[in-house]
């Protein structure tokens, strides 16, 4: 019966923070009424960016990088009204260092913000520390194609391989009062899909240890034949709420990292240290908790069948890492100290990619009634689209082919979104809403007049395409804006071709 008030921003993100606190019965319905004030009292265009916001998907090409960097350069500014002249564009660069640094040790702005305006963004550092129940990114591997060139890489340094478990990543956070949390690798809050998980922390760890946080991967296990399952077969688990009893697929934890123990963060410690705390800390339950299968050696052959060994146990490959020098943990970051070596690797580009459908053509003959193939889309996370790198229609089996046609069926959108990027010359059948992400293999990369992937990063006018792209499995654990970049798609482009000119040299010397 009465106008309701303006919004303002504190309004809109006191109510935005109720929402995302709701939880139990009828917290569904309580969401809803929360949504519905908001929209009743919006104006104008404030209905699209409420309805955005909600949806994080604001597509103003602001994103996560882009307001560390605000923040740092906020901060620089803000002492330059105080000393003006004693600034330097070094010293804004330096700022957002920090400030991304920070945040991907304690990525919550709730705590970043009121110690940089207490104590300044040079001792942020300092004032803002890893922190137990908070969970960091993980840190990623670089892909590398043969184990000669893991020599190259690490010549004179000490390194460990590591066996690369088919499994979904973890971060277990235990708590001093004893409760325990399960975190995935985009901090999915990840404690009621592995109730197995938690109730066996007192059994793998020793009295000792009150609190502690753990990089591991949870693998499904065969505990009667002491066997890695594959990763589809982890899959099928509900995502939350299950229930002890009701468990068909056991699992078991392959910790091969330690961030955390009694109160001290681990975090600048070197690889060695760390692994010397995790062998300590804990105790190995046989098809439970295990540590990663390691072995330290330089020696070329060892290492060859050490990676047939992983491949021939379920394994995906190896993970290769340096001890004692440049060892430190970086979160969030694809770091050079640490290479995947994955068996396919060999005979196709260095790595995998995980690309997100955003349309389909209909099937003909025998797929009739499915469709017959799919395009897909690698992610640009500064102009926040989505650019078509290839057409896919192989390493589908029948069954497979039903299940993602009929799950990207609900998604089909009358027309592309705005932030689609992709060749007027294209008529696919149907368009998606960004939903799902596939991890895909090709044979190589190749510079495209077509397809829109990295353009104007390689080529000055056009994109980078994948020759003869294959589905692997669809990627539950990531969201679409945690797939492939294009920035990713361009250096796997350079470093194929660097790969390809040097393989032609040898050539050229024989």
């Given at each position: 019966?009465f106008?309701p008030q303006?919004l303002t ?5 006191d ?20 949504i ?14 409420l309805?955005?916001?909600l ?6 090409g ?15 500014y803000?002492?330059m009204n ?6 330097t ?6 700022a957002?260092k920090i ?5 991907s040790?304690?990525?919550?702005y709730?705590k970043?913000?009121p110690?940089?305006?207490r ?16 969970p960091?990114g993980?840190?990623?591997a ?5 184990v000669s ?9 000490e390194?460990?391989?590591e066996?690369k478990?088919d499994g979904e990543?973890?971060q277990?956070h235990?708590?001093e ?5 399960i975190?995935?690798?985009n ?7 592995y109730?197995?998980?938690v109730s ?5 760890k020793?009295?000792?240890v009150?609190s502690?946080v753990?990089d591991?991967e949870i693998?499904a ?17 509900a995502?939350k ?22 109160g001290?963060p681990?975090l ?6 760390r692994?010397?705390?995790?062998y ?6 046989p098809g439970v ?9 330089d020696?070329?052959e060892?290492?060859?069948k ?8 379920s394994?995906e490959?190896?993970i290769?890492k ?6 430190t ?6 770091s050079?100290n ?6 396919d ?10 690309l997100?459908p955003?349309a389909a053509?209909?099937?003909?003959g ?8 799919f ?8 102009n926040?689209?989505y650019?078509?790198i290839?057409?896919i229609g192989?390493?589908?089996s029948?069954?497979q082919?039903?299940?993602r046609?009929t ?5 089909i ?23 799902e992400?596939w991890e895909v293999?090709a ?11 990295a353009n ?10 994948l020759r003869?792209p ?5 990627r ?18 350079r ?13 050229d010397?024989?």
């Amino acid at each position: 019966m009465f106008k309701p008030q303006p919004l303002t921003i504190a309004k809109v993100f006191d109510t935005f923070r109720a929402i995302a606190k709701e939880s139990g019965k009828d917290s569904q319905d309580k969401k809803r009424n929360h949504i519905k004030g908001l929209l009743v009292a919006a104006t104008d265009c404030e209905p699209q960016y409420l309805v955005r916001l909600l949806q994080s998907k604001m597509r103003i090409g602001l994103a996560e990088k882009t307001v560390l960097v605000a923040l740092g350069q906020a901060a620089i500014y803000s002492e330059m009204n105080q000393n003006p002249q004693s600034q330097t564009q070094s010293d804004l660069e330096e700022a957002a260092k920090i400030i991304k640094q920070v945040y991907s040790v304690l990525p919550i702005y709730d705590k970043i913000v009121p110690e940089l305006l207490r104590v300044g963004v040079w001792k942020l550092p300092e004032a803002c520390n890893f922190s137990l129940g908070v969970p960091v990114g993980p840190m990623l591997a670089k892909p590398t194609k043969a184990v000669s060139e893991i020599l190259d890489k690490f010549q004179g340094m000490e390194f460990t391989c590591e066996y690369k478990y088919d499994g979904e990543r973890a971060q277990i956070h235990y708590m001093e009062d004893g409760s325990v949390e399960i975190y995935s690798r985009n901090a999915e809050r990840n404690t009621g899909k592995y109730p197995d998980v938690v109730s066996s922390v007192s059994r793998f760890k020793k009295p000792a240890v009150k609190s502690f946080v753990l990089d591991c991967e949870i693998v499904a296990y065969d505990r009667e034949k002491q066997r890695i399952l594959p990763f589809q077969i982890l899959s099928t688990r509900a995502r939350k709420g299950v229930i002890l009893s009701d468990i068909k697929v056991a699992v078991c934890t392959f910790a091969f990292d330690i961030l955390y123990i009694n109160g001290q963060p681990l975090l600048q410690e070197q690889l060695k240290v760390r692994r010397e705390q995790l062998y300590g800390s804990f105790d190995e339950v046989p098809g439970v908790f295990q540590f990663a299968t390691a072995i330290t050696s330089d020696d070329l052959e060892e290492i060859q069948k050490f990676l047939d060994t992983a491949v021939n146990t379920s394994c995906e490959g190896l993970i290769i890492k340096t001890l004692d020098k440049d060892a430190t943990y970086e979160p969030s970051k694809r770091s050079n100290n640490w290479l995947k070596l994955k068996k396919d690797y060999m005979e196709s580009i260095g790595d995998s990619l995980d690309l997100v459908p955003i349309a389909a053509f209909h099937g003909r003959g025998k797929r009739t009634g499915v469709y017959g193939s799919f395009l897909l889309a690698c992610y640009d996370e500064y102009n926040e689209e989505y650019q078509s790198i290839c057409n896919i229609g192989t390493g589908f089996s029948e069954s497979q082919l039903e299940e993602r046609s009929t799950s990207l069926r609900n998604k089909i959108i009358p027309k592309p979104k705005p932030y689609y990027r992709f060749s007027d010359t294209m008529d696919p059948d149907v368009w998606f809403e960004p939903s799902e992400v596939w991890e895909v293999k090709a044979a190589d990369l190749s510079i495209s007049p077509v397809h829109r992937a990295a353009n104007g990063i390689v080529d000055p006018n056009k994109g980078i395409s994948l020759r003869f792209p294959r589905l692997l499995h669809v990627r539950d654990d990531k969201s679409p804006e945690e797939a492939t970049t294009s920035e990713q798609v361009a250096e796997m482009y350079r470093a194929q071709k660097i790969i390809h000119t040097n393989n032609k040299d040898e050539d050229d010397d024989d």
